[in-house]
């Protein structure tokens, strides 16, 4: 049987130490590297899974249901980041903590900080987030501008949400553990279990029931309780020396947290001006009619997002253990390498997105939605920059320097919202206002900021930004090769516009492989999908 011992703990890198005799380590069966493919693989294959709900039910729900229910239910789903907005000052942060503990063997320690995270959740919940959710919900119809006869449909599914919400925050906590380990796979399976469900059920509850939006809400629902019993069997099964228990709740520990998981969540509150508040303006001043066509369009930017959030995950946790063992070298070095490798990876969904618009519109919803490719380009080329730097931010959380970056997202973010209101309002941009607005000042705030601020902390002068040149020298040979084989094909023949994208893709894979990539990096790649471990 497992036996653990404890230390002293600090909040400082630890370097490794050998275990008492007869004793084994929590720490040792921890390394940056374990897991690492098939941390990667589970990545993929989410990003893959994300690929398919992000097109199929977007294009189910548009055409069942009609484009501006769409852009209701796009706005119930966009709640979470609001509801996260409280929670993630525990959540964002516990990680980080016990990686720390474990790093340390210190048992009583880990118990400590799960279970202060734990019951802080549970209260934050009962006290304060459903009262409110609730409270928004029953106002729904002032709030909002919903197509006649849906209000009672509208109310009911947000209910359905934020039941379903505040089950995921719960099993946040527990998949916390998996992140701690490095088994980031297991948080992936938990965290998608809910989108797989409602991405299946939902569909068949419409089609077998009746074209009502509270299906969408009773699937959801159903996948929320889905994934808090699989968290709790991660949490059993990783963690068996943490139990629950109110005694272990500290004070200290929840300052401790919060110290660093305020800013966090100052931080995500800036976030959610940014890439939340879009939905709102333009259903509240365009109609529900425009707010689903936007929905529905920034799709492709949500999946690329989806791609670096996931990235992000795996790699992030990787990168603040190494800060916890005191490699900061490494961490340095995995951060570039990184970064540089997801920009380069991106610019092809990116590019292939913005060139072939037009024709993956007119496939995808139908030959009305094709005048909106400008608009989807607008959302989605400035990603190549805005998705590639997001594993920075673990380096932010690693080092317990979310201050800073946290208050110039936010007062960013604040102006986001008021350049959005006001294009809105006062230019007869529509739906542009907003999509322009974010690019602008998004691409400003991590191209020039979050970049310098990772540079600084990991004292490698101008190494992020160094690190993005690839990946946009990339999408610009995507961009000249996609454009040039579309000026020979119809962009509505399905067959030619696939041997285009195939031409242009592959050309640009090649082209990448042999003159952008360095040398190292391909190293990297070959060894990571060849050897048992990453170099």
């Known amino acids: 049987m497992r036996q653990y011992h404890s230390a002293a703990v600090a909040d ?48 189910f729900f548009v055409k069942s249901l009609g484009v501006a229910v769409f ?15 409280i929670t993630i000052a525990i959540n964002g942060s516990l990680s980080r903590f016990l990686m720390m503990d474990m790093q340390r063997d210190d048992v009583e320690g880990i118990n400590h900080t799960f279970n202060t995270a734990f019951w802080t959740q549970l ?8 009262p409110v959710f609730l409270g928004c919900i029953f106002y729904v119809d002032k709030l909002l501008n919903i197509p006649a006869g849906l209000v009672n449909d509208t109310r009911e599914l947000y209910v359905l949400m934020s039941i379903s919400f505040s089950l995921l925050i719960i099993a946040g906590v527990f998949t916390a553990i998996a992140n701690a380990y ?9 965290d998608r279990i809910a989108l797989l469900t409602y991405a299946i059920l939902s569909p068949c509850l419409i089609l077998a029931f009746g074209k009502s939006i509270v299906y969408i809400g009773i699937a959801y629902a159903i996948g929320s309780v889905a994934t808090l019993f699989y968290s709790i069997r991660i949490w059993k099964k990783l963690s068996p020396y943490i139990s629950i228990s109110v005694k272990s709740f500290r004070k200290a520990k929840l300052k401790e947290i919060f110290g ?13 001006l940014f890439l939340n508040m879009d939905l709102f303006i333009i259903n ?8 689903g066509k936007f929905a529905a369009v920034m799709q492709w930017g949500v999946l690329i997002r989806a791609l670096g959030a996931v990235v992000s995950g795996g790699i992030g946790t990787a990168l603040v253990l190494l800060y916890t063992q005191g490699k900061t070298e490494k961490m340095a070095e995995l951060s570039q390498r990184i970064v540089r490798l997801l920009a380069i990876f991106l610019a092809f969904p990116v590019g292939i997105i913005c060139c072939f618009s037009k024709s993956i519109l007119y496939f995808w919803l139908g030959k009305d939605y094709v005048v909106l490719a400008p608009l989807m380009n607008t959302l989605t080329l400035h990603l190549i920059v805005n998705v590639s730097v997001i594993p920075l931010l673990s380096i932010f959380q690693a080092y317990n320097k979310a201050k800073t970056p946290g208050i110039v997202t936010l007062i960013l973010g604040v102006i986001n919202f008021a350049l959005s209101l006001g294009l809105v309002k006062y230019t007869d941009l529509g739906l542009y ?18 970049t310098w601020y990772a540079s600084h902390l990991m004292q490698v002068k101008n190494g992020y930004f160094k690190a993005l040149l690839p990946g946009i020298l990339t999408l610009a040979v995507i961009g000249i090769l996609g454009t040039g084989c579309l000026y020979f094909v119809n962009q509505h023949n399905i067959i030619q516009v696939g041997l285009s994208l195939a031409v242009a893709g592959g050309g640009a894979a090649l082209i990448a492989y042999r003159f952008i990539i360095p040398a190292n990096d391909r190293q990297f790649i070959l060894g990571t999908f060849l050897k048992k471990k990453a170099a």
């Open 71 to 85: 852009g209701i239910v796009s706005i119930g789903l966009s709640l979470y980041s609001y509801v996260n907005i």
């Open 284 to 291: 509240i001043y365009l109609g529900p009619a425009a707010s």
């Open 433 to 450: 206002a907003v999509a322009i607005a974010s690019m602008i000042v998004l691409t400003m705030k991590n191209l020039l900021f979050t």
């Open 182 to 190: 490095n088994k980031v796979y297991l948080k992936n399976i938990a």
């Open 12 to 59: 400082t890198p630890v370097a490794p130490a050998t275990p008492k005799p007869a004793m084994v380590s929590i720490k040792t069966d921890i390394d940056y590297r374990s897991n690492y493919k098939t941390n990667l693989f589970s990545n993929v294959m989410i990003f893959v899974l994300n690929i398919i709900i992000g097109l199929l039910l977007p294009s």
């Open 123 to 130: 209260a934050t919940i009962v006290v304060l987030v459903i």
């Open 260 to 272: 660093l998981g305020g800013w966090l969540t100052v931080n995500h509150v800036a976030t959610v």
